[in-house]
């Protein structure tokens, strides 16, 4: 039995959240109603942004992954990253959480490299 929340009320709950602590949450790719891989673009005041994606671990858990990091010297990079993953999976969904830490609403806490 899959347990996994429907895509779109996961990301309901997401833009929910980050809002009410302040922050804003928009989707910027909408995918696949229930079932659609999510890619969440934490940044603050449309800086610093990273995406995570959940990827699959031996134990058959799926873990929240750092997977891209804007370069503040290329950031047409980022764009093209999300632009190709679109291309890749049209059951792809993307949310940007533009909020202090947006780490701490998927589960993780965040630490400057």
Not at 25 to 43: F, Q, S, Y
Not at 49 to 76: A, S
Not at 86 to 91: E, G, P
Request: aromatic share 8%; proline share 3%.
């Amino acid at each position: 039995m899959d347990e996994r929340l429907p895509a779109h009320l996961e990301i309901s709950g997401l833009i929910r959240a980050v809002n009410a602590a302040g922050g804003f949450a928009t989707v910027l790719a909408k995918g696949e109603r229930d079932a659609g891989t999510i890619l969440v673009v934490c940044c603050e005041n449309g800086a610093n942004l990273r995406i995570y994606e959940r990827m699959p671990q031996l134990d058959g858990t799926r873990n929240w992954t750092l997977v891209k990091r804007q370069d503040p010297e290329k950031h047409q990079e980022f764009s093209e990253y999300c632009d190709r993953r679109k291309r890749q999976d049209n059951d792809l969904w993307i949310v940007e959480l533009d909020v202090a830490n947006g780490e701490r609403f998927i589960g993780l806490s965040f630490t400057e490299s």
